[in-house]
C-alpha cells in the first residue's frame, strides 16, 4: 500500500512494505557512539571484543532500531506521526559489514480514546540480516488523522 495521504480507514491489516537493503559500516557505530555518550566495549573496543564469543564489535541495538524504522519512511504520510514503539526486542547482533532489511507489516488498527479525530495503527517490524535472520522485531505505533477528524 502507498501511504501518501492515507488517512487511518485506508489502513488495512496484513498490508505489507519489505525495504531495501543497508550496510552497518564502523562509520555508524561510531557516529551513534558519539551522539549518545555510549561507549560500551561490544561497540568500541575491537581487541576486547575478540576475547568475547561474538568474537567482533557489534552496532548499539538503538542503531539498528533507527536504522531499519528509518528505512521504512520513503513514502511519507504527512496524515500520520510516529506515536512510539512497543515490544522492542534486539535478538541477534548486527555487525560490520552486516546488511538488514526490514519487513513492516500492519498487524493491527485501534481507537485512540484520548484523540478521536486519530487512530493508531500498529506495525509490526521485522529486520532481517542477509542470511535472513532476525536481528530486531518490534511495534511501531502511528498516529494516524481519520476522514472523520475533518468534520
Not at 512494505?17 to 561497540?43: C, F, K, N, Q, W
Not at 571484543?49 to 504520510?77: K, W
Not at 540480516?129 to 502511528?142: A, G, I, M, R, S
Request: charged share 25%; proline share 4%; hydrophobic share 35%.
Amino acid at each position: 500500500m502507498r501511504l501518501h495521504e492515507a488517512f487511518f480507514e485506508d489502513y488495512q491489516t496484513g498490508d505489507q512494505r519489505v525495504t531495501s537493503g543497508r550496510t552497518m559500516t564502523e562509520a555508524d557505530i561510531v557516529l551513534h557512539a558519539g551522539h549518545t555518550g555510549d561507549l560500551y566495549p561490544h561497540h568500541m573496543d575491537e581487541v576486547w571484543c575478540r576475547t568475547q564469543p561474538f568474537g567482533r564489535r557489534m552496532a548499539h541495538g538503538t542503531l539498528v532500531l533507527s536504522i531499519a524504522v528509518g528505512m521504512t519512511a520513503a513514502d511519507i504520510n504527512p496524515r500520520a506521526m510516529s506515536y512510539g514503539y512497543d515490544r522492542v526486542r534486539f535478538v541477534r547482533p548486527v555487525f560490520i559489514g552486516d546488511t538488514i532489511c526490514t519487513t513492516a507489516t500492519i498487524r493491527e488498527l485501534r481507537e485512540e480514546p484520548r484523540r478521536p479525530k486519530h487512530g493508531v495503527v500498529v506495525e509490526a517490524i521485522e529486520v532481517r540480516n542477509q542470511e535472513q535472520q532476525t536481528v530486531l522485531v518490534c511495534d511501531h505505533l502511528y498516529l494516524v488523522e481519520k476522514r472523520s477528524g475533518l468534520a
